[in-house]
């Protein structure tokens, strides 16, 4: 088995604080580098923060720089975004993925990944 799954979304008032987690199986997390990627209701995928395989290198996408943070906790094998100042613009399904370039660089393109979470959608509205 080599999946990741996502968890920890649901319905935030505007303004608010959601952490989602991404739990690797059957692989090193460490070793892969993890992507974050949102869809807002009737529009495609697109990437909103990365962290590189041994957390050298960490991106966020402009909308989201200052208000999310990408971690990696290796005993728990799980990669997080602490999401906060939550707008109704990041409203949406949550994804996350791994890629396994080999590099201690990361990027938010949807097409360097080939792992992907289930998704896990998250909801901000008064």
């Known amino acids: 088995q080599f999946d990741v799954a996502e968890s920890g979304g649901g319905p935030v008032q505007p303004g608010g604080s959601l952490t989602l987690s991404c739990e690797a199986h059957?692989?090193?997390?460490?070793?892969?580098?993890i992507g974050w990627f949102h869809q807002a209701p009737g529009e495609e995928r697109e990437g909103v923060s990365c962290?590189?395989?041994?957390?050298?290198?960490?991106y966020y996408e402009e909308s989201v720089r200052g208000r999310f943070t990408i971690s990696r906790d290796n005993a728990k094998n799980t990669i997080y975004l602490q999401m906060n100042t939550l707008q109704p613009e990041d409203t949406g399904v949550y994804y996350c993925?791994?890629?396994?370039?080999?590099?201690?660089?990361?990027?938010?393109?949807?097409?360097?990944?080939?792992?992907w979470g289930q998704g896990i959608p998250v909801i901000v509205s008064s």
């Open positions: 059957g692989f090193i997390s460490g070793h892969y580098a």
């Open positions: 993925a791994v890629d396994s370039r080999r590099d201690h660089h990361c990027s938010v393109d949807v097409s360097e990944y080939d792992t």
């Open positions: 962290i590189s395989r041994d957390d050298v290198y960490q």
